[in-house]
């Protein structure tokens, strides 16, 4: 069972970036997908999480209506679009997965990627 994170990189102030998650070893269908930052020295904090079937999302607050995160079952692939980015959203970013609803504790993913780079300049 594996998740690979990647389409990190450095970005102005403002712009885009389109992450993905990428599955193996397991079908997604039934798990929920977490999205989660860890900018450094701070802890790791939720981003936005997806239900199995794709139905349902749900975002913290600092990312409403600059995120979107979405998923193809048929490629066992989640995505992450990031607009209007800022120096603040500078972290690793990390994909993780769970049996069951979203959540937005970290504690309760089972599997996790290893993280992918964003770096946001003013």
């Known amino acids: 069972v594996q998740l690979q994170a990647f389409g990190g990189g450095l970005v102005q102030a403002g712009g885009y970036l389109r992450l993905s998650c990428a599955a193996s070893?397991?079908?997604?269908?039934?798990?929920?997908i977490g999205w989660f930052r860890q900018a450094p020295g701070k802890e790791r904090e939720f981003v936005a999480a997806?239900?199995?079937?794709?139905?349902?999302?749900y975002n913290a607050d600092s990312v409403k209506g600059r995120f979107t995160i979405s998923r193809d079952n048929a490629k066992n692939t989640i995505y992450l679009e990031m607009k209007n980015l800022e120096p603040e959203d500078t972290a690793v970013y990390y994909c993780?997965?769970?049996?069951?609803?979203?959540?937005?504790?970290?504690?309760?993913?089972?599997?996790w990627g290893q993280g992918t780079l964003v770096t946001v300049s003013s």
């Open positions: 997806i239900t199995g079937s794709g139905a349902n999302t």
């Open positions: 993780a997965a769970r049996q069951g609803g979203m959540s937005a504790l970290d504690t309760r993913y089972r599997y």
């Open positions: 070893g397991f079908t997604v269908d039934d798990w929920a």
